[in-house]
């Protein structure tokens, strides 16, 4: 497996973590998406990386499958269902349980898996310049890696079957205003952009930032009685925890709290 499919570097606190095959637009093969976990999972056990940028090399952020994988396989009728399994499910996972945040730097065209790899991001920013396409019908497949999930509950029936059916690009401006990403911005700016988010999450309460994901995570199935119990349960545990009593102190005490990536 070459090792620079994904570039993972560690900047002070938090991670960056580049798919690092731009001249097939970081379309995903299977190196660059077993060297993109080992990143991730890299990430999650180091008590000292207090949040993870995921971005793309060069003008694209990602193109999905590599298609040119699958012009091996022609003549034959490969099982899709495997791929997913071994491969994108266990990363759309792995993104969505990260015990600390994951800020998604979209710098170019994202499309098919690699704008649904995006959206299981806990944040997403996109370069102004950026396409989100789900390009799936194009090549007669459906969307995937989560993306009848994400377009759904974010966007709602209309717009998410729109954008499937159709695999019209939306743009980065768009996306944002239908609530679909965080926000777009001038591509100069996305990585300081990006940056300045991961380096205050790395200052911040890693154990507050999990519970919340935790939480927010629950709403979209459970009701409002099971979601109240989830936050009673959450809060305790929130409360109970040292940052919660740095965070109250720093406060009263007019200075900058101090937090602990472990909290007690
Ligand atoms: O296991 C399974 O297969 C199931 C899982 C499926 C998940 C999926 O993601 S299916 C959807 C796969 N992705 C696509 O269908 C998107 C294909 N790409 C495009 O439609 C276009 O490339 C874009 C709209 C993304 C960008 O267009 P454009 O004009 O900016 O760039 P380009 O010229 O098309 O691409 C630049 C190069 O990247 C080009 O190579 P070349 O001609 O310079 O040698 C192109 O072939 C290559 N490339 C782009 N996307 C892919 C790719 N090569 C392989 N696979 C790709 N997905």
Redesign the pocket.
């Known amino acids: 497996m070459s090792a620079d499919v994904v570039i993972h570097e560690r900047r002070g606190g938090y991670a960056v973590i580049t798919l690092n095959r731009p001249?097939?637009?970081n379309?995903f093969n299977v190196d660059q998406h077993l060297a993109l976990r080992a990143a991730l999972e890299d990430c999650a056990a180091d008590e000292a990386c207090g949040a993870i940028i995921l971005t793309g090399a060069g003008r694209?952020f990602c193109?999905?499958?590599?298609?040119?994988d699958?012009r091996a396989m022609s003549g034959e009728r490969p099982d899709?269902g495997q791929?997913?399994e071994t491969h994108?499910n266990p990363l759309v996972r792995l993104l969505r349980g990260l015990p600390k945040p994951v800020i998604c730097a979209v710098n170019g065209?994202a499309?098919?898996?690699?704008a649904n790899i995006a959206l299981s991001c806990d944040i997403v920013i996109a370069a102004r310049s950026a396409r989100f396409?789900q390009?799936?019908s194009?090549?007669a497949?459906i969307p995937?890696?989560g993306g009848t999930y994400w377009l759904t509950r974010h966007l709602g029936e209309a717009r998410a079957k729109a954008l499937a059916l159709t695999a019209e690009p939306l743009s980065a401006d768009d996306a944002a205003a239908w609530g679909l990403i965080w926000k777009a911005v001038d591509d100069e700016r996305l990585m300081e952009e990006a940056e300045r988010l991961a380096a205050g999450f790395a200052q911040g309460p890693t154990n507050a930032y999990a519970l919340t994901k935790e939480a927010i995570h629950a709403a979209s199935v459970n009701s409002l009685d099971e979601q109240l119990d989830l936050e009673r349960r959450l809060q305790r545990e929130a409360g109970m925890s040292d940052n919660y009593k740095e965070g109250v102190a720093a406060f009263l005490e007019k200075r900058p709290a101090n937090y602990r990536r472990k909290a007690g």
């Open positions: 001249d097939r637009l379309s694209g193109a999905g499958q590599d298609l040119s699958r899709l791929t997913l994108y065209v499309a098919g898996a690699g396409i390009a799936f194009k090549i497949l995937d890696a």
